[in-house]
């Protein structure tokens, strides 16, 4: 069964930064894009990064230049490097990933999130 899983997150103070860290596992035969997605309370979830198999990457205006995604393909991991935290950056943080399984033969790509690690800045 395939599973992504987050960890890292924590309090930190404003100013400070974190590394959440995302893995996949389980039976699969290639992940393609992945990212992190932020949710804080009574808002919706929007994007934070997401980053292509082949290293590119994108980010949400809010977070450009102090948060950088990166990924080691051969270990199926993906971070988040959060620097220069901020207030509004206090979220539930989900990683997600694009990723292909065989189900009779055939390759089926679904995408799969995790449960979600807090992260709160506060001094």
């Known amino acids: 069964q395939v599973q992504v899983v987050e960890s890292g997150g924590g309090l930190v103070q404003p100013g400070g930064s974190l590394r959440l860290s995302c893995a996949a596992s389980g039976s699969f035969v290639r992940i393609d894009d992945m990212g992190w997605y932020r949710q804080a309370p009574g808002q919706q979830r929007t994007l934070v990064a997401t980053i292509t198999e082949s290293g590119s990457t994108d980010y949400a205006d809010s977070v450009k230049g102090r948060f950088t995604i990166s990924r080691e393909n051969a270990e199926n991991t993906m971070s988040l490097q959060m620097n220069s935290l901020k207030p509004e950056d206090a979220a539930v943080y989900y990683c997600?990933?694009?990723?292909?399984?065989?189900?009779?033969?055939?390759?089926?790509?679904?995408?799969?999130w995790g449960q979600g690690t807090q992260v709160t800045v506060s001094s």
């Open positions: 997600y990933a694009e990723i292909t399984s065989l189900h009779s033969g055939h390759g089926i790509t679904q995408e799969y």
